[in-house]
């Protein structure tokens, strides 16, 4: 069983940056894959972008691509979440997730997660 906590989240202005932070507790985070999803008011879980256990496969929403940097740090064990260009739009609670899954495999759907943090609120003033 793997603990999940986020940081990072806040109150930006559009076209800032965040540096969301994952940290992972009980088991070694490379032993899942690791993916963002993020939730706004009224709307259901989208993923954001997903990370394999390898750490060389990475899957983004068409919404995030080219702004948003998933990535790894296996010495503390954390999962990352660079954000760039900041739109309102990006508002909502940010939740890691991780997946027992094969070595190469990047699981899309929340449905294929096992364990979930309590999110960090991100939220973008226009």
């Known amino acids: 069983q793997v603990q999940l906590v986020e940081s990072g989240g806040g109150l930006v202005q559009a076209g800032g940056s965040l540096r969301l932070s994952c940290a992972a507790s009980?088991?070694?985070?490379?032993?899942?894959?690791m993916a963002w999803f993020r939730q706004a008011p009224g709307k259901e879980r989208e993923l954001a972008a997903t990370?394999?256990?390898?750490?060389?496969?990475?899957y983004y929403a068409d919404s995030v691509k080219g702004r948003f940097t998933i990535s790894r740090d296996s010495a503390k064990n954390t999962v990352n979440l660079l954000i760039l260009s900041l739109k309102p739009e990006d508002t909502a609670v940010y939740y890691c997730?991780?997946?027992?899954?094969?070595?190469?495999?990047?699981?899309?759907?929340?449905?294929?997660?096992?364990?979930w943090g309590q999110g960090t609120q991100v939220t973008v003033s226009s």
């Open positions: 990370i394999n256990r390898n750490g060389g496969g990475t």
């Open positions: 009980g088991r070694t985070s490379s032993d899942y894959a």
């Open positions: 997730a991780a997946a027992g899954t094969t070595w190469f495999y990047l699981p899309t759907r929340p449905d294929e997660y096992d364990y």
